[in-house]
């Protein structure tokens, strides 16, 4: 039991009387403070929200304190919604104009290679035109065996030559010709000038003899040994038999 002190109204100073409180009083006592507290902070922080939503909100103040000032927002804000959309819409187009960029650069470059290609056939078509003119039509100067084309390539390999050449027969008389063809590599080799004759360095399969009447084309390979710096290839076709011809080309290595 607890004593407490209790002053009278009248002599406050010489009448003092001790009051007993019991332990139930004192678990009441606490149990109203403690609720009190609680409802005092519970107070404090609804409070606090609704002065932070109040203020925190963007243009409710506004609205709640002066409804005119709301009533000119709203164009305002149906004016931002319109701007959002038409960028919206904006957005959307550029994305379909850039699509049809990129399938109009490809169309382009796919039209920029078909020309291509047409060109480089009608360049071919010229060739043989032109070919087939000197077979059927020759100039007065070419007559009987010609040469009309030799052409060297790299092949697969080290120091390994691909030759392509056409033989043609101009003139009136077309009778069928027959012969062979030599090669003869120029050059120098340890530092002294040297003519050799390539049929030693011709590949198995390359064909060095022919027999036509109207033109005919020859291919082969020639290997070069390593202490031989090749300058040049000549090339001379001759006709054997009754009717003999000659024709000589040569070509930078």
Request: include cysteine; glycine fraction near 8%.
């Amino acid at each position: 039991m607890v004593l407490m002190a209790k002053w009278g109204v009248k002599n406050r100073l010489d009448d003092v009387v001790l009051v007993p409180i019991s332990p139930s009083t004192q678990r009441r006592r606490r149990l109203l403070a403690g609720l009190a507290g609680s409802v005092l902070c519970l107070a404090c922080l609804v409070g606090g929200g609704a002065l932070v939503w109040w203020y925190g909100v963007p243009g409710l103040s506004v609205i709640a304190g002066d409804s005119s000032e709301g009533e000119e927002d709203g164009p305002a804000r149906r004016s931002l919604h319109q701007v959002k959309q038409e960028l919206d819409q904006a957005r959307k187009d550029l994305a379909v104009y850039r699509t049809e960029a990129q399938v109009g650069e490809q169309a382009r470059e796919q039209l920029r290679q078909e020309i291509r290609a047409l060109r480089d056939q009608q360049a071919e078509l010229e060739q043989a035109v032109s070919f087939y003119k000197s077979v059927m039509s020759p100039s007065d100067e070419d007559h009987g065996l010609v040469v009309q084309k030799l052409e060297l390539s790299p092949a697969e390999g080290e120091r390994r030559v691909r030759y392509r050449l056409v033989l043609v027969q101009t003139g009136e008389n077309r009778d069928a010709l027959s012969g062979r063809v030599s090669f003869t590599l120029r050059g120098s080799r340890g530092g002294e000038a040297f003519t050799a004759d390539a049929a030693d360095y011709l590949e198995e399969h390359s064909e060095d003899r022919f027999q036509f009447r109207y033109f005919q084309e020859l291919s082969g390979i020639v290997t070069v040994p390593a202490e031989l710096q090749v300058s040049s290839l000549e090339v001379t076709a001759t006709a054997s038999g009754r009717r003999t011809a000659q024709s000589e080309q040569r070509l930078p290595w």
